[in-house]
């Protein structure tokens, strides 16, 4: 039996590569040898201990945006996922129960099965191999797999976890589509994925907003297909009614990760009859100074979302065959295991090497 490679977070800001043996499979089961991993925020607030009781705790092998390519398969498992050995793949975070509420109506997102990747499983639950910071994955029965195309970047490739999280956040429950006026808050590597989604889902005007520090990403979010960019301040709702000709916006999408001033500032920014889609966390802080009043008089929906799901994901992957260089100048920085803490201390801002950091993989060569 052969050994996996794998970076284990043993403890806060602590991360040391092991090996462990990769474990025999079933007919349900496989072991997918990892082509890359990428990394979000949540990376950097899980390498910190911020998550508290979420999940599978430490020690624990991070890595929840994970593709690679099947290494071994049992036939169960070859036959209800559609995907043979040496396929490449996009492995989706959530292991959903398939049975509660929220399964059965396809809300996955929202099930409480506390299986998946990276985030859910320490290290002392066999096989240990739950995270993508590592050469393979133990991929669960009820792991949802996508097939990729084999001739797409890993980089570029690596961005359809991200994607597919802006296309659900901006165009399935944001109702970003032809015509429609967006406008994003915080241009990270979601908004700025978002910026793009909804360009492709035929919005009008997509307006993204950041501080004066987020120049290079906006410039960015403009080559991806926003049509404005401005800088955030007080006079941020007087200039969206002047671009909108006093329309406003049908939707806000919230990704700023601790600001309230975009979810406060989004009840004026939006229409009669407009969402606010909430995806950036707050550090569990909560909001004061909402005005419920003009939330209830204008019927505006406050939307909280988590994750993708299966079509989100399809269509990320369809974005990327069909548009993939576009979305190379995102794909930023690429780490080996062996430099896993750089990696997510590049993702923190701890470490820089000059060059903003949007889409940070790491690879297992
Ligand atoms: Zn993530
Ligand atoms: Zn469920």
């Known amino acids: 039996m052969s050994n996996a490679a794998a970076l284990v977070l043993e403890s806060p800001r602590n991360m040391n590569l092991r090996h462990f043996v990769i474990p025999e499979i079933g007919s349900d089961d496989a072991i997918l040898k990892v082509e890359a991993c990428g990394l979000c925020g949540t990376d950097y607030e ?9 999940g599978g705790g430490m020690p624990i092998v991070p890595g929840h945006e994970i593709m690679g390519y099947i290494d071994r398969i049992g036939p169960g498992a070859a036959k209800r996922w559609g995907v043979r050995e040496g396929d490449r793949v996009a492995v989706e975070p959530i292991v959903p129960c398939g049975h509660c509420a929220d399964c059965v109506v396809g809300a996955y997102t929202r099930c409480q099965s506390d299986v998946g990747y990276g985030l859910y499983h320490g290290t002392k639950v066999a096989p240990s191999l739950w995270g993508g910071y590592a050469t393979h994955v133990y991929l669960h029965p009820r792991t949802m797999v996508h097939r990729l195309p084999q001739d797409i970047p890993t980089d570029v490739m690596s961005l359809v976890n991200p994607l597919s999280n802006a296309i659900r956040w901006v165009y399935e429950v944001g109702g970003a589509a032809l015509g429609k006026t967006v406008i994003i808050a915080g ?6 994925l978002a910026a793009f989604a909804a360009r492709r889902a035929g919005a009008a005007r997509v307006i993204v907003t950041g501080t004066s520090a987020d120049k290079a990403r906006l410039d960015l979010a403009l080559q ?8 955030t301040g007080s006079d941020l709702v007087a200039r969206v009614t002047e671009l909108t000709n006093g329309e406003l916006a049908d939707v806000v999408l919230d990704v700023s990760s601790g600001a309230m001033q975009p979810i406060v500032e989004g009840v004026d920014l ?5 969402r606010i889609v909430l995806a950036g966390l707050k550090g569990n802080q909560p909001l004061n100074g909402l005005p419920i009043d003009k939330v209830v008089l204008r019927e505006i929906q406050l939307l909280g979302v988590l994750s993708a799901g299966w079509q989100s994901t399809e269509l990320a992957i369809e974005l990327i065959k069909q548009d993939g260089p576009k979305l190379a100048p995102l794909c930023t920085h690429s780490f080996s295991l062996n430099d896993g ?7 923190g801002r701890e470490l820089s ?8 993989t790491l690879t297992p060569e």
């Open 224 to 231: 991806l297909g926003a049509t404005d960019v401005l800088e």
């Open 353 to 360: 090497d000059g060059r903003e950091a949007i889409h940070i």
């Open 46 to 54: 899980q390498w910190l201990g911020h998550l508290g009781d979420w």
């Open 270 to 274: 939006v229409k009669r009859g407009g």
């Open 341 to 347: 803490t750089a990696a997510v201390r590049t993702l």
């Open 187 to 192: 241009p990270g590597q979601r908004g700025l």
